[in-house]
T-cell receptor, first 113, second 113 residues
């Protein structure tokens, strides 16, 4: 696997449902980031992981958003009770460590009806 | 707080013409600065980054950017546009570790034959 992969590539859900978005970082990358790209807000930082811990969760927009990372690799971003304003492209990035270049995945396009 | 301003949400040039995409930043400490490109339905790809080593930074695909502290600018240029340069370009700043990226609103570049 050469790059960051994300799944699903597209997700359509109904308002009020929970969704899980997955990110597989580049092998060996210890840092992992989630960003959100929406028409109204542009590109926004959500959360940062170093290993399995999240020292910076400052960008999570509400307590409906949570994320975890296990085994220092795969990360899951969960959105509970989705709202229409959650519709966006969710981007994941990884890097060798803090201060290193971030490599982005193709994103998950989420549409909440 | 860090911020980035990209002047011009859309820029149109003819093939072979100079490309100039503007970026101004606000940062309380010497920043790290980045330009990313996003092709349709793809993730973000790093074009170049400034990390205080040299003020003129050369990137991929013939792009370069110059860091000007006095003007708080990091404009992206390319001497001769190619049709394949049509994409959206994002300027970003990072000044703290962990190095979350703060993005500008993006500039969509169109290249006409």
């Amino acid at each position: 696997g050469a790059g960051v992969s994300q799944s699903p590539s597209n997700k359509v859900t109904e308002k009020g449902k929970d969704v899980e978005l997955r990110c597989d970082p580049i092998s060996g990358h210890t840092a992992l980031y989630w960003y959100r790209q929406s028409l109204g807000q542009g590109l926004e930082f959500l959360i940062y992981f170093q290993g399995n811990s999240a020292p910076d969760k400052s960008g999570l927009p509400s307590d409906r958003f949570s994320a975890e990372r296990t085994g220092g690799s795969v990360s899951t971003l969960t959105i509970q009770r989705t709202q229409q304003e959650d519709s966006a492209v969710y981007l994941c990035a990884s890097s060798l460590g803090a201060g290193e270049t971030q490599y982005f995945g193709p994103g998950t396009r989420l549409l909440v009806l | 707080a860090q911020s980035v301003t990209q002047l011009g949400s859309h820029v149109s040039v003819s093939e072979g013409a100079l490309v100039l995409l503007r970026c101004n930043y606000s940062s309380s400490v010497p920043p790290y600065l980045f330009w990313y490109v996003q092709y349709p339905n793809q993730g973000l790809q790093l074009l170049l980054k400034y990390t205080s080593a040299a003020t003129l930074v050369k990137g991929i695909n013939g792009f370069e950017a110059e860091f000007k502290k006095s003007e708080t600018s990091f404009h992206l240029t390319k001497p001769s546009a190619h049709m394949s340069d049509a994409a959206e370009y994002f300027c970003a700043v990072s000044e703290t570790l962990p190095d979350k990226l703060i993005f500008g609103t993006g500039t969509r570049l169109q290249v006409f034959p």
